[in-house]
């Protein structure tokens, strides 16, 4: 799904492989046609969304949610959500930066997170409103907020997204936030399916990820549902 000024586009689907390009993981570290630099997967910095709808040629890709290599990343996101959750919200922009980029960036260098936002590298999209003269570098984020996974979520330093909410992202497409958004509370976002036919959710084992992209300049209104 593509959200941007309504507009909605969907395409055919893919493998899954083709897809996962989270560089952690061995299925796409042996996969050097499918795995980029850690740089063009984890890179925090403003971007186009234009550019991101050029990226897939599918919709919907499956894959064994129930497979340990997702299952741990599923766990350790899940840490790194409650440690977020249990910072207050007027805890230093250090801090707060550090809990969101552990959900995002889990295996980022964190020498490079800075110590103050006088340093210029870790300063929350809240201290740039109030301070005209910073840049932000991290979203403003209230908790609680639900992520899944994290590797392939990216969201925009001068969006803000307001509590509860839930995004039920997957390892093999991405979940893109663009630009100076507003999310209200108690948002879901979904990435992930399952078969609905009866047959197919007593047989089956895999799940399915679909890329969810959010376009600059949206404003999503409480208890919304975006799949």
């Not at 796409?28 to 897939?56: C, E, H, W």
Request: charged share 20%; net charge neutral.
């Amino acid at each position: 799904m593509i959200l941007n000024s309504g507009h909605i586009e969907e395409k055919p689907s893919l493998r899954w492989r083709q897809h996962f390009r989270y560089t952690s993981n061995p299925y796409a570290a042996s996969r050097p046609d499918i795995s980029p630099s850690a740089d063009s997967v984890m890179n925090d910095q403003p971007f186009s969304t234009g550019t991101l709808k050029q990226q897939y040629t599918g919709i919907e890709v499956a894959f064994p949610a129930g497979n340990n290599d997702f299952r741990r990343v599923r766990n350790s996101c899940a840490a790194a959500c409650r440690a977020f959750n249990s910072t207050p919200e007027d805890a230093d922009a250090k801090i707060r930066g550090e809990k969101w980029l552990d959900i995002v960036r889990p295996d980022r260098p964190k020498k490079e997170d800075g110590t103050s936002a006088e340093e210029g590298t870790m300063v929350t999209h809240d201290q740039a409103i109030s301070n005209p003269t910073l840049k932000a570098t991290i979203p403003f984020v209230k908790p609680p907020l639900w992520v899944d996974y994290g590797t392939r979520l990216r969201v925009a330093s001068s969006t803000f997204i307001n509590r509860n909410c839930v995004i039920l992202d997957t390892p093999v497409a991405d979940l893109i936030i663009g630009e100076r958004c507003n999310i209200g509370t108690n948002c879901t976002i979904v990435c992930v399916g399952h078969p609905v036919s009866l047959e197919g959710r007593r047989t089956s084992k895999l799940s399915t990820g679909a890329p969810v992209t959010i376009g600059n300049d949206v404003w999503i209104g409480a208890n919304v549902t975006i799949l």
